[in-house]
């Protein structure tokens, strides 16, 4: 394999997952996803972050390219979570001398996934551990994206190792940096992984974000996706965006409909929604787009139309699964809007009311609720308003 460098003495040495159907077993990767490693060879070696476990073969092999012969002294564990921490035990066996280097909080959760470790340095917020011509500095970055959660700075290069922060899905196609790709392809992917993994903690990330900007930092080098060298304003921006809940105009409807009437005032109201102007609108049907994808737009837009038909006095199971993920996620600052089916009994409409009321949204029309389908010109006219009446608001919002 050729070596990859971010600068002098140091090397990536990640892997690609592209058989892992979901991650954390639960989030759809059609683009798989990387397990970014790097390996800075001084006089004393250090190796940031491990991979997963069942990658542990060519993890090793990468290693052992740049190695030359030479063995591990540090093992950096800014993150204890198994998509990183998988293989520590095996790297222990391989590297008997290693010391396991993480902060106050990241031996307990290690201990409790893969038992006793041995060799552990503990070090404290901002400690530094020269390397040689290099020299580490740890921050502790609780929730970014488990309390134990730290990022490494390498004084000499400026270069941040990010773990989760910064971090998207899809696996490296050939491209390891952020000049080597096209960035617009890239965004999707890293707002999926930004909204479903960094997002709940958003607070958290923003306060880290501020605190390293003094640090100078001329490359961030995340646990997942690609490295950013180039164009780090590109990436900061993003996640202040996001982590600052500054949607774009656009406005996501999702519905979940068992006989395709919801799905028919689905039509309605984005014809609403684009007659007031709105060029970005994202239509999902919560039974077949997988939950992650959708929390994503919704993160991204200022605009939410939720509709489900009745089921059972309740609403349409799929649609529970994606409300219980906006309550879990908190996206902030939407206009919103509901719809739906009444079936025999209603219940679709009125449930999700309950709950959008708890997610403190602004409230831009009143919903609405159709017995059967939507055929008749009054209940056309009642849908096509609402989608209108969200369409106006979010061309009104400013952030
Ligand atoms: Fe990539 Fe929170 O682990």
């Known amino acids: 394999m050729n070596k990859i460098q971010l600068a002098k003495d140091v090397y990536y040495v990640g892997v690609n997952d592209r058989r892992t159907d979901?991650?954390?077993?639960?989030?759809?990767?059609?683009?798989?996803?990387?397990?970014?490693?790097?390996?800075?060879?001084?006089?004393?070696?250090?190796?940031?972050d491990p991979v997963e476990v069942g990658f542990i073969g060519q993890f090793l092999a990468n290693v052992r390219s740049i190695l030359d012969g030479r063995s591990v002294d540090y093992l950096i564990v800014?993150?204890?979570?198994?998509?990183?921490?998988g293989s520590i035990a095996l790297l222990q066996k391989e590297f008997p001398e290693m010391q396991v280097v993480g902060n106050a909080k990241t031996f307990a959760p290690l201990e409790a996934f893969y038992g006793e470790l041995q060799n552990k340095k503990v070090v404290a917020d901002s400690e530094t551990l020269p390397l040689g011509q290099h020299t580490l500095q740890f921050f502790t970055?609780?929730?970014?994206?488990?309390?134990?959660?730290?990022?490494?700075?390498?004084?000499t290069t400026g270069i941040l190792f990010s773990n989760d922060a910064f971090g998207g899905f899809g696996a490296l196609n050939g491209s390891i940096?952020?000049?080597?790709?096209?960035?617009?392809?890239?965004?999707?992917?890293?707002?999926?992984?930004?909204?479903?993994?960094?997002?709940?903690?958003?607070?958290?990330?923003?306060?880290?974000?501020?605190?390293?900007?003094?640090?100078?930092?001329?490359?961030?080098?995340?646990?997942?996706?690609?490295?950013?060298?180039?164009?780090?304003?590109?990436?900061?921006?993003?996640?202040l965006r996001w982590s600052g809940h500054q949607g774009e105009e656009g406005v996501v409807i999702a519905y979940g409909?068992?006989?395709?009437?919801?799905?028919?005032?689905?039509?309605?109201?984005?014809?609403?929604?684009a007659?007031?102007?709105?060029?970005?609108?994202?239509?999902?049907d919560v039974s077949r787009t997988e939950t992650s994808f959708i929390i994503s737009d919704i993160w991204k837009y200022k605009g939410v139309v939720l509709g489900a038909c009745a089921h059972y006095g309740s609403m349409f199971p799929n649609m529970a699964l994606l409300v219980h993920e906006i309550e879990h996620f908190k996206p902030q600052n939407k206009m919103y809007g509901l719809f739906g089916g009444m079936s025999w009994s209603g219940g679709g409409v009125s449930t999700?009311?309950?709950?959008?009321?708890?997610?403190?949204?602004?409230?831009?029309?009143?919903?609405?609720?159709?017995?059967?389908?939507?055929?008749?010109?009054?209940?056309?006219?009642?849908?096509?308003?609402?989608?209108h009446a969200i369409g106006e608001a979010v061309k009104k919002t400013e952030n």
């Open 177 to 239: 940096f952020d000049d080597q790709v096209d960035l617009a392809c890239y965004e999707d992917d890293m707002c999926r992984y930004y909204a479903n993994i960094v997002g709940k903690v958003a607070l958290p990330a923003q306060k880290a974000i501020n605190r390293l900007s003094a640090l100078g930092i001329k490359m961030i080098a995340p646990s997942h996706g690609l490295v950013w060298r180039s164009d780090l304003r590109w990436v900061t921006s993003r996640y």
């Open 275 to 284: 007659d007031a102007g709105v060029r970005n609108i994202r239509i999902y």
């Open 78 to 85: 800014n993150h204890a979570e198994p998509d990183h921490s």
């Open 352 to 387: 999700l009311s309950k709950h959008a009321t708890e997610a403190q949204w602004q409230l831009a029309a009143d919903p609405v609720e159709v017995k059967g389908a939507p055929i008749r010109e009054e209940d056309i006219d009642r849908l096509y308003a609402l989608g």
């Open 22 to 48: 979901f991650f954390e077993n639960h989030i759809q990767l059609p683009n798989g996803v990387s397990y970014n490693s790097y390996l800075i060879v001084d006089e004393k070696v250090a190796l940031i």
């Open 141 to 155: 970055a609780p929730m970014v994206h488990w309390p134990e959660s730290m990022v490494t700075f390498e004084t």
């Open 257 to 273: 409909s068992m006989y395709g009437n919801t799905a028919a005032m689905a039509e309605i109201i984005a014809r609403g929604v």
